[in-house]
């Protein structure tokens, strides 16, 4: 089974900066991308961004110039800086991996527990 575990999140001010970090942990035989969605109050899930396996980072567009997805492969980490924050980026941040957990499973879809982000104007 697959485990992710986030940490970062908080209250800050507008202007300001967070960085998220997600680790995963558990049977992890692949991973096909891992990034951070978001769930602002009263919305639907988004994405924000995301790094798919040997690829470049996705960004969502509100977010491009601000925030940067990285990775660390060797740790099953992913992280999310954001800078300049804006009210509007206030939300639930859910740390998302998609791949195969235990060896001949099928690809699947993996949420963390979310962190709270919160900008104050």
């Known amino acids: 089974q697959v485990q992710l575990v986030e940490s970062g999140g908080g209250l800050v001010q507008a202007g300001g900066s967070l960085r998220l970090s997600c680790a995963a942990s558990g049977s992890i035989t692949s991973i096909n991308s891992m990034g951070w969605y978001r769930q602002p109050p009263g919305k639907q899930r988004e994405l924000v961004a995301n790094?798919?396996?040997?690829?470049?980072?996705n960004y969502a567009d509100a977010v491009k110039g601000r925030f940067t997805v990285s990775r660390d492969n060797a740790k099953n980490t992913v992280y999310l800086q954001m800078n300049s924050l804006k009210p509007e980026d206030t939300a639930v941040y859910y740390c998302?991996?998609?791949?195969?957990?235990?060896?001949?499973?099928?690809?699947?879809?993996?949420w963390g527990q979310g962190t709270q982000v919160t900008v104050s104007s």
């Open positions: 998302n991996l998609k791949g195969i957990g235990a060896p001949g499973g099928y690809v699947g879809n993996y």
């Open positions: 790094i798919i396996s040997g690829g470049t980072p």
